[in-house]
């Protein structure tokens, strides 16, 4: 009962939807970049993770911001944030030596009482206003939600060199971020795999381990993430489309 009673008077948000934390993941070490900051670097005169930042801004249903960085890109990721005029409430907290990690910490810097938790890349910087509130949405009927997008090319199991199965391609999905949870599912999927030691690659893994079902929303071809130098000419390109469509 004190639970249920808990999760009735969390925090609502300014339009009186639960209130949802994003922790957006921005303390990667860009090893594909060739050691430049991926997410300092300017796609059509804008920075990556600022034009990440503004996406989250302008979501109606994200209501905070937490950044988890590296160390030496604290002052600069404050400095976008005036710069680029972001308006929400942001943290910028240090990050960890692992995705996994920087999450875990980070999701210990937002609100107590946050109804929900969005986990989003640094890198996505064309992730629109309208998927992340479509996936926060999602997730308050569902408790897990995550944006995807059905893969193009055919997948093959592969052991020792050898294609042992091939997966039908209509049950596989390229799953994106954000990725949203109920707040106290996901602190509790994150504490399970830090215990374990288990590897995860997303938030998705983790809350999987513990036998809850996550709930999938369209996501967007054009939701890439930046990790390659031919990815922000792709994205500089996209950007571009989008600017010439009516």
Not at 190 to 195: D, I, P, Q
């Amino acid at each position: 009962m004190n639970k249920l009673l808990a999760k009735l008077f969390r925090r609502k948000g300014p339009e009186n939807h639960p209130w949802c934390s994003v922790i957006i993941a921005a303390a990667g070490m860009s090893s594909r970049m060739g050691g430049e900051n991926k997410l300092m670097i300017p796609i059509d005169g804008v920075p990556v993770l600022a034009r990440t930042l503004l996406a989250v801004n302008a979501a109606a249903l994200a209501d905070e911001i937490v950044v988890a960085a590296r160390e030496e890109d604290l002052i600069a990721i404050g400095d976008l944030c005036r710069i680029y005029g972001v308006t929400k409430p942001v943290k910028i907290v240090r990050g960890g030596e692992s995705r996994l990690e920087s999450v875990y910490l980070a999701s210990l810097e937002c609100r107590e009482d946050a109804a929900f938790l969005a986990v989003h890349d640094g890198a996505r910087p064309l992730a629109t206003a309208e998927l992340i509130d479509r996936t926060i949405a999602l997730a308050h009927r569902t408790n897990a939600a995550a944006p995807a997008v059905p893969l193009k090319d055919t997948v093959k199991i592969v052991r020792d060199g050898k294609i042992v199965s091939t997966p039908p391609r209509e049950d596989l999905r390229a799953v994106q971020t954000p990725q949203v949870f109920d707040a106290a599912l996901l602190r509790a999927a994150l504490e399970n795999v830090r215990m374990s030691g288990e590897a995860v690659t997303d938030d998705c893994s983790a809350v999987e381990k513990l036998g809850k079902e996550i709930y999938l929303t369209e996501g967007s071809c054009e939701n890439i993430k930046i990790t390659t130098p031919e990815d922000l000419i792709l994205a500089g390109e996209l950007l571009h489309r989008q600017e010439v469509e009516p």
